[in-house]
């Protein structure tokens, strides 16, 4: 699977405290969620002040990073609040640096790539690796911000026709489309033409509003949210992590994705940065899938019965 999006110094401020230059990024979170499920490489670039730690981390666990440039200048910076609202973040700055210019030219290799996730960045940029694509990717993903809904509309919604799912949070849906509701919102994105919108809301989970069904996946409910920071982005990794590893796009496939995309977000929030979401174990992730199955499981009604609903109300 290939990825483009943004590897980023963060500096975060949460109800836990702040914390300054934590490695960050779209890209960066998406990769690291999807390793671990199958191969991904990162399209993006960092500057001179890029820490070898940094790249190495990636590189260790198996993400190519053989498209992530190293250029002269500074990495991309933003940094963000949640004090107001642990489900949105507030951006205090976003500086672009060496985004700024950036135009990647994709290997051979990765052009043959038959699962694509445009990371939220530029939707110019986001355009340019879809347009370097050999073939049509078996899916091609995208999120945004509201940053790019501000300042790149044209390109975003002309990105948006050509993709087949697009995952966005609700904040950012309801922006986009002027609607007032997440399934009024999604209703229009859809009618574009995608096969699926994927709207993000924070703790209250994320419905996959797909052509032929709608699905809703919680998120799990924990006690303390560190840094809700890659919360997104990990759930996109998830998401089309498991759907990469089994090749399937299919209906039961993509409830499933949902919820592994659900699980891994889990990780990232319990901690800064990347610090839960890199340490896991299989058994780790087994097991909160499985905590899942179980906080979404109940009986349909057995034997053609309805509810008991009381007789007057038959007609
Ligand atoms: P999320 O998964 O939505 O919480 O994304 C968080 C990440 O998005 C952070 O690590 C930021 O570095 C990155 N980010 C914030 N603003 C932008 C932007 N305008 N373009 C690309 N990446 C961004």
Avoid at 87 to 109: G, R
Avoid at 176 to 201: F, P
Wanted: include cysteine.
């Amino acid at each position: 699977m290939l990825v483009v999006g943004s590897v980023a110094y963060d500096t975060v401020d949460t109800p836990s405290g702040k914390n300054d230059h934590q490695l960050g990024g779209s890209a960066t979170y998406f990769s690291m969620a999807s390793s671990y499920l199958t191969d991904v490489a990162v399209v993006a670039v960092v500057g001179q002040d890029f820490d070898l730690a940094d790249r190495a981390m990636l590189s260790d666990r198996g993400i190519d990073t053989s498209g992530l440039e190293q250029v002269a200048g500074k990495t991309f910076r933003w940094s963000g609040s949640y004090r107001e609202d642990l489900n949105s973040a507030v951006t205090l700055e976003t500086q672009l640096n060496v985004f700024a210019d950036f135009a990647p030219e994709l290997s051979e290799v990765h052009r043959e790539s038959p699962f694509l996730f445009l990371a939220n960045i530029d939707p110019n940029l986001q355009a340019s690796v879809l347009a370097q694509m050999t073939r049509r990717p078996k899916l091609v993903a995208c999120d945004t911000m509201n940053l790019w809904i501000d300042i790149s509309r044209p390109a975003l919604v002309s990105l948006i026709e050509r993709v087949d799912v697009l995952l966005i949070n609700e904040a950012e849906a309801l922006q986009l489309t002027g609607r007032d509701g997440v399934a009024s919102a999604a209703q229009s994105v859809l009618e574009g033409g995608l096969r699926a919108v994927v709207i993000k809301r924070g703790e209250y989970g994320a419905v996959v509003f797909h052509r032929d069904f709608t699905f809703a996946v919680p998120a799990y409910p924990l006690t303390t949210v560190v840094d809700p920071t890659g919360a997104g982005d990990s759930f996109a990794g998830g998401f089309l992590g498991y759907l990469a590893s089994v090749d399937d796009t299919g209906a039961d496939a993509i409830r499933r994705a949902a919820v592994v995309g659900s699980v891994m977000a889990s990780f990232t929030v319990e901690s800064y940065g990347l610090d839960r979401l890199r340490s896991l174990s299989a058994s780790d992730i087994d097991a909160r899938f499985d905590a899942f199955v179980e906080l979404t499981r109940f009986h349909p009604l057995g034997g053609g019965q309805g509810l008991p609903v009381r007789p007057q109300f038959n007609n």
